[in-house]
């Protein structure tokens, strides 16, 4: 019998944009504190609402009001500076290119370091994309961090201690700076210290709770791994089941009231009341995930399609997946 597998994909208002090849890139910047300032990711028109604990790529833009400011990180000179009301700076390789108004409060920093995450030309710039750290798991382990650092090699764990030492000097000062916090977790994790770089970033999402690409990096793997679940026997399902994925976002964290959809999260309501139905199948309840609004965040409709739809779905299933929200067209 011949294995197939359909997949049908439904996607309104405006098409996503999928780029072929995610590309690794390192940050230049963090933006450390943000009051009403704007983000506008690089080839993207959207503006997003700036937080505490963003990260900066090569081409985006900072932005604030007449009543806004920020006050960001520069790591490529080690500079820490305030953007004023009325200003917009872009960050590129070679500099901050100051757009119109003002920067004040120009001050070194002494360690910049940011973790390389993965971003889509266009089609992600309204979110991180996986991070190189995702494999990062709340992982069993005996003793403290001090005794993983004494297990290393001498010469890693001279230099590791090196490097730390600037880093616990400033959090001891400050135990709740972000920056630092970062810093320590690209530290543990460039050392090969997994368990407790997972651990320091776990610091940094309960400081900056609204940064993206923390919460993606720690809540999108799932406790359990994939190829484990796939080597358990699956249960018998049957021939021609339907399974669905149905998100519909109206409503957006990161953007204003004007910005949201007026019927986006009642879309996918509608269709999940009609796969219920008998004309649009009987699908069964379990069969189907329904993700509205905030339930609707890139973590969550990740670990469905890896952990709901491929794992249950066999080879004669129809896979539905239904996405009524904001996208950006792309040219790739």
């Known amino acids: ?19 072929a090849q995610v590309k690794k890139e390192q940050p230049i910047g963090l933006v450390v504190f943000s009051a009403d300032a704007q983000l506008r ?45 009325g200003s917009e700076v872009v960050l ?13 409060n120009k001050t070194h920093a002494p360690i910049c370091l940011l973790p390389e995450l993965e971003r889509s030309p266009v089609g992600d710039s309204l979110f991180y994309a996986d991070a190189r750290t995702r494999q990062l798991k709340t992982i069993p382990q005996t003793g403290d961090l001090q005794a993983h650092i004494q297990s290393l090699p001498e010469n890693e764990r001279n230099a590791l201690m090196a490097e730390l030492q600037p880093v ?66 699956q249960p018998n399902r049957g021939e021609g089941k339907t399974y669905a994925l149905l998100v519909g976002i109206s409503k957006y964290q990161r953007l204003s009231e004007l910005q949201f959809l007026r019927y986006a999260d009642q879309d996918a309501l509608t269709f999940d009341q009609h796969l219920r139905s008998g004309r649009g199948g009987s699908v069964p309840a379990e069969n189907v995930v329904l993700l509205v609004n905030e339930k609707a965040t890139t973590a969550a409709i990740k670990n469905n399609i890896n952990q709901f739809l491929k794992l249950r779905a066999g080879p004669n299933d129809t896979v539905l997946l239904f996405i009524a929200a904001h996208g950006i067209v792309s040219d790739t």
């Open 92 to 104: 590129d390789a070679q500099q901050v290119q100051l757009k119109r108004g003002s920067l004040s």
């Open 41 to 85: 990711r690089a080839r993207s028109a959207l503006p997003l609402k700036a937080t505490s604990g963003d990260l900066l790529f090569s081409g985006d833009a900072l932005l604030t009001g007449a009543n806004s400011s920020a006050t960001f990180l520069y790591c490529l000179e080690n500079l820490s500076m305030r953007l004023n009301p």
């Open 168 to 233: 616990e000097k400033a959090l001891a000062a400050n135990p709740n700076d972000g920056a630092y916090m970062i810093a320590k977790a690209v530290l543990l994790q460039k050392y090969n210290l997994i368990a407790d770089a997972t651990a320091a970033y776990r610091q940094v999402s309960a400081t900056w709770p609204e940064s993206v690409w923390t919460r993606q990096l720690l809540h999108e793997v799932p406790e359990s791994a994939p190829d484990a679940e796939k080597s358990k026997p």
């Open 1 to 19: 019998m011949k294995r197939r597998l359909t997949f049908l994909v439904t996607c309104w208002l405006m098409p996503l944009g999928v780029s």
